[in-house]
């Protein structure tokens, strides 16, 4: 039986940093409540973020307050081993898409986030040696068995994917890819054309190019700060951020950009990006700007 359509929440939450905040237990409750208050509720994983801790600390926070999860939508990845000590056998970080490890590792996230399904399972990078039918038969085992409700990918390229799908009774949904003013591949490359031609969803990871837009005096990045500070002027905003996000949804492919911060002020000037909207010159002199010059 087919799943119904899943509907992604506009702006995703990012837990890939949840170890590095330093909250305890209820801190974490208040950050996912304020998150589900802003009407973000697609909450991203990955199995190895922090070192495999991540998932068990947002566990420990849903586990306050379980009724939260009717509330939300949980994402996860999988198909990276890293070298832990949860993985006494692994003596090098690599790729494994295997159906064993894959359905190994959802069994782990469910433990872990205190959850009996997930909502969406994405794998976590493109593997060279990556049997698509043998990830096509985890796939269909894991919905048969109601533990996962639908499947994508992350940073795949068109043809990845494609192969993918090829195999696979589910319509894969989405593909999760980095989108930034400070790298731009996924606009040039195909990728986001791919989305827009399948209808998927795209989930943009890393909007902000992990904070060098703010800070970084390489030359592309002086460019960038310059431009979008004089743009979020013309918007009446003082934060760039807002203008970046909006400057990725502006993509007619639709990304859901992942915010990936614990400070509730920043998530909430984040998701008010959503009422800015630049025009085809504001957004093309980012572009410019990122790039170092004008159109062709």
Not at 272 to 289: E, G, M, R, T
Request: aromatic share 8%; charged share 20%; hydrophobic share 35%.
């Amino acid at each position: 039986m087919q799943e119904p359509a899943l509907q992604l929440s506009q702006f995703i939450a990012g837990f890939w940093r949840t170890a590095d905040w330093g909250m305890n237990t209820q801190q974490r409750l208040a950050l996912i409540q304020g998150y589900l208050d802003l009407g973000v509720y697609s909450m991203d994983h990955a199995d190895i973020y922090g070192g495999y801790q991540c998932e068990q600390l947002f566990g420990e926070a849903l586990a306050l307050a379980p009724e939260l999860r009717e509330r939300m939508q949980l994402i996860s990845k999988c198909g990276i081993r890293l070298v832990n000590k949860h993985n006494p056998d692994v003596y090098l970080n690599h790729y494994d898409t295997t159906s064993e490890h894959i359905l190994s590792s959802v069994e782990n996230s469910l433990t872990r986030l205190k959850t009996d399904y997930l909502d969406l399972l994405l794998i976590h990078r493109p593997d060279p040696l990556m049997d698509a039918n043998a990830v096509a038969s985890a796939f269909t085992k894991l919905q048969r068995d109601g533990k996962v409700r639908h499947f994508g990918t992350s940073n795949f390229s068109p043809q990845q994917f494609d192969l993918l799908q090829s195999r696979c009774d589910q319509k894969l949904i989405c593909n999760q890819v980095e989108i930034s003013p400070s790298n731009m591949s996924t606009l040039h490359d195909g990728t986001l054309d791919h989305c827009q031609q399948h209808k998927l969803i795209p989930m943009a990871w890393s909007c902000l190019g992990g904070g060098n837009i703010f800070s970084a005096q390489d030359e592309q990045s002086v460019r960038l700060r310059s431009t979008l500070t004089r743009i979020a002027d013309e918007l009446g905003t003082d934060d760039i951020s807002q203008v970046i996000y909006a400057w990725v949804m502006a993509l007619p492919s639709k990304p859901h950009p992942i915010i990936g911060s614990g400070n509730i002020e920043r998530i909430t000037s984040a998701v008010n990006a959503s009422k800015l909207q630049l025009n085809c010159q504001q957004w093309f002199s980012i572009w410019q700007a990122s790039t170092g010059h004008g159109v062709p």
